[in-house]
């Protein structure tokens, strides 16, 4: 059981038969009443985005999520390729099923599969991931560092935002947890 003194970015919950993970919250203790949480909820089956205020010391079911570490072997169209690292199964997922971070995905990285009764719900990658830039518009003589940002595409075929000095062929570090530029990689 989750408690609302439990509550963390990230955790995840049962609500109203659905498994949930909170993107944030607030705890709030008014002068008059007693004291409730506010939370904003991401469901993991549809993505979708709720606001929802419980009182303290309300408590949820945890969901029964299975986490499985798995490598990523190789994507034809829409079906993604895995390999479970411990019994060496092979499943394919559809793009749609993986989330966001889907095009992020290189050969062979390991990452955490979220299982919800027997089907792949979530793709949890590494929190800094190392990719090259194969394309992007060229840098021009006066970028500095603190200048603006350019959009590129990296090997996997994600474009990132980065820095207007960075040019094709540099490997960056990028933080999966917001698609963001994080330094160059020497």
Known sequence: MISTVD?????????????FYIVEFQHVKPGKGGAF?????????SGNVL??????????????LEER?????YATGELFTFMDT???????????????????LKENMVVK??????????????????????DGEPGVRGDTASGGTKP????????????LYLEVGTVI????RTRSYVERVR
């Not at 990230?10 to 498994?19: A, I, T, Y």
């Not at 205020?53 to 969901?63: A, I, K, L, N, W």
């Open 152 to 163: 590129v595409i990296v090997e996997t075929g994600a474009s990132i935002k980065v820095p």
């Open 173 to 176: 570090k990028i933080d999966t």
């Open 7 to 19: 509550f963390r970015n990230g955790v995840r919950l049962m609500v109203e038969g659905e498994p």
């Open 86 to 104: 411990e019994s060496y199964e092979q499943l394919s997922f559809e793009k749609s099923t993986l989330g966001d971070n889907a095009d992020l």
């Open 69 to 73: 570490d798995m490598q990523f072997l």
């Open 37 to 45: 949480v506010r939370t904003k909820l991401k469901s993991y089956l």
């Open 113 to 134: 599969i979220l299982v919800y009764e027997h089907r792949p719900i979530d793709v949890e990658l590494p929190n800094f991931i190392e990719l090259k830039v194969v």
């Open 51 to 64: 606001d929802r205020t419980f009182r303290s010391g309300e408590r949820f079911d945890e969901p029964d």
